[in-house]
């Protein structure tokens, strides 16, 4: 434990996706003195570049069923919170007659341990709602999967921060980090050709692909596996709800509805570096011939912009390639290391957002003694 110079601890946070976001929000409803360092503008990064879903947790029942277990309580907790940001259309976990035949009982057994309520129903009223599916189905299952608008969730954020007496620099680069006796002392940030020095009594690293570049700085690492992932826009609704395959979460198995356009994907590459190009042409043609099997008539919908993020994926020290690599998030205390004030926080997905930051702050409180409770999940939406 440690003393912060002022009442309450000043804290910057690094990072204006959703997790750093809403790191940020949890410290100024806890009271601490918080500012947000954005290189870019909020939500510009991973945050921006996805389907968009609020998880019901249903894509990871079978291979993280704890995991799935945090997505569904907290998409409950963000369509509550967050009304405005959300879309509750529902979801279909559809089963091809080429898929696995044992995974369909796997899903319903750990959607149950996990709390997911999941329904099969028949086939023919999926195809009556659903009229682009193509008709080798062999089982569906509906789920309560939902989207989220990043642009209004964003808008919310930022409001609540700046009411709470946070504050937000977006397009603000932090060049250095200075420490005095193994503790940060402050933060060196680059905008406009101006470098201005930020006095802090402690960081939360919260930069998604680009942790481990922020750790650098300080002579820190924060190990990442980083994949970078390419989806595809179609003109037209091609679909009512969110359609996804049911089998163990892999490339082309999911499309989302997003007004008047429909949203596919998605690709996975490992990647070393968090900056990374536009879409390839071969992975369009991926993508396109993966949608060709769920949807016949995908060539006859206009497909006419492409997105690519990388995610942020925490690496295991031990990976089964047989299985994706775990979506759930590790918070690194890099006290371990030589520094008492400074903490990273990864992995996760939109979707936990504000479980993440819930664990990084209740583990910075404990550093400086400060035991004031959660609120992020009660707090209501300021009007």
Not at 126 to 154: C, G, Q, W
Not at 259 to 264: A, D, F, M, V
Request: aromatic share 6%.
């Amino acid at each position: 434990m440690f003393e912060a110079k002022n009442s309450m601890p000043r804290i910057i946070v690094i990072g204006g996706g959703a997790t750093g976001c809403g790191v940020a929000r949890d410290l100024v409803l806890r009271g601490y003195q918080t500012t947000l360092v954005e290189s870019g503008n909020l939500g510009s990064g991973t945050s921006s570049r996805s389907h968009g879903m609020l998880q019901s947790g249903a894509r990871y029942a079978v291979t993280e069923t704890s995991f799935a277990a945090e997505c569904y309580r907290e998409r409950n907790i963000i369509s509550k919170i967050f009304p405005e940001a959300v879309d509750l259309i529902g979801g279909l976990f559809i089963s091809l007659s080429n898929d696995p035949e044992d995974y369909p009982e796997q899903f319903l057994k750990c959607c149950e341990i996990a709390k997911i309520p999941t329904n099969e129903i028949p086939i023919s009223e999926v195809l009556k709602s659903e009229k682009e599916l193509t008709k080798n189905i062999s089982r569906a299952f509906r789920v309560p999967d939902a989207l989220i608008y990043p642009s209004i969730l964003f808008h919310l954020l930022t409001k609540e921060i700046e009411t709470y007496g946070g504050e937000i620099l977006t397009n603000h680069q932090v060049v250095s980090i200075k420490q005095t006796n193994n503790m940060i002392s402050s933060v060196v940030v680059y905008h406009n050709g101006v470098k201005t020095n930020i006095e802090c009594d402690g960081i939360i690293n919260a930069a998604g692909p680009w942790s481990g570049k922020v750790a650098k700085l300080i002579n820190q690492n924060v190990e990442l596996q980083l994949t970078r992932g390419c989806g595809i826009f179609f003109t037209g609704k091609l679909v009512s709800q969110a359609i996804n395959r049911c089998r163990v979460p892999n490339n082309n198995d999911i499309m989302c509805p997003s007004g008047e356009e429909s949203l596919w994907g998605t690709t996975s590459e490992v990647v070393l570096d968090p900056d990374t190009p536009k879409t390839r042409q071969d992975e369009i043609k991926e993508l396109l011939q993966g949608a060709e099997e769920i949807f016949p008539n995908i060539r006859n919908y206009k497909s006419f912009r492409t997105w690519s993020g990388v995610r942020p994926l925490v690496k295991p020290k031990n990976i089964n390639k047989n299985l994706p690599l775990p979506r759930s998030h590790l918070v690194i205390d890099h006290e371990e290391t030589g520094l008492k004030n400074f903490l990273s926080v990864c992995g996760g997905a939109l979707t936990t957002h504000r479980l993440m930051a819930e664990d990084v702050v209740n583990k910075l409180g404990n550093k400086f003694g400060i035991n004031i409770e959660c609120s992020s999940h009660t707090t209501p939406l300021l009007n």
